[in-house]
T-cell receptor, first 112, second 112 residues
Framework: DGGITQSPKYLFRKEGQNVTLSCEQNLNHDAMYWYRQDPGQGLRLIYY???????QKGDIAEGYSVSREKKESFPLTVTSAQKNPTAFYLC???????????FGEGSRLTVL | AQSVTQLGSHVSVSEGALVLLRCNYS??????LFWYVQYPNQGLQLLLK??????LVKGINGFEAEFKKSETSFHLTKPSAHMSDAAEYFCAVTNRDDKIIFGKGTRLHILP
């Protein structure tokens, strides 16, 4: 199957723990994105990468980190510095020419 | 700077009635505009997109949207609502040089 694969779908963590969310794509898109979704707030951009080994902060990057060592992979780490990490996280890939994004199924993180 | 405003966080229509979801944008250059749909606990799917060709854009599931430059609007419509249309809808804008900006979303409720 082609597309964006996010894992895990559900994740629970204790306060003070770092957690890494996986995002893999086989669509061969250069650009990849991480969004956070909270009820009533739409999608807020955390980080994005337009090319391997390069990435930029989005609107709410504090408490998060990413890497882009391969074109296919763009993992997101939610660190203990993120004060309110419970949310639904969406990864996307797309073309900067067309602006169209393809989304994964999302990962729901709950901090206990 | 780009921005998107979706009027109404919740919209309710009766089954068979017209669906109208409103989106206004601001952009310093001619934009690309998108409507995405999200079903519960899933990622977003592209409904339709405007990329400077025809101003009336037809998408999947019977939806369409009209780009009106003078009103800076890109409202989403469907002539006859179906129960399966119940979902959250997001309008998005990009100037193709950088990131894609999403509205806060409108949840569509279909009344039997």
């Amino acid at each position: 199957d082609g597309g964006i694969t996010q894992s895990p779908k559900y994740l629970f963590r204790k306060e003070g723990q770092n957690v890494t969310l996986s995002c893999e794509q086989n669509l061969n898109h250069d650009a990849m994105y991480w969004y956070r979704q909270d009820p009533g707030q739409g999608l807020r951009l955390i980080y994005y990468s337009q090319i391997v080994n390069d990435f930029q902060k989005g609107d709410i990057a504090e408490g998060y980190s990413v890497s882009r060592e391969k074109k296919e992979s763009f993992p997101l780490t939610v660190t203990s510095a993120q004060k309110n990490p419970t949310a639904f996280y969406l990864c996307a890939a797309g073309s900067t020419n067309t602006g169209e994004l393809f989304f994964g199924e999302g990962s729901r993180l709950t901090v206990l | 700077a780009q921005s998107v405003t979706q009027l109404g966080s919740h919209v309710s229509v009766s089954e068979g009635a017209l669906v109208l979801l409103r989106c206004n944008y601001s952009s310093s250059v001619p934009p690309y505009l998108f409507w995405y749909v999200q079903y519960p606990n899933q990622g977003l799917q592209l409904l339709l997109k405007y990329t400077s060709a025809a101003t009336l854009v037809k998408g999947i599931n019977g939806f369409e949207a009209e780009f009106k430059k003078s009103e800076t609007s890109f409202h989403l419509t469907k002539p006859s609502a179906h129960m399966s249309d119940a979902a959250e809808y997001f309008c998005a804008v990009t100037n193709r040089d950088d990131k894609i900006i999403f509205g806060k979303g409108t949840r569509l409720h279909i009344l039997p």
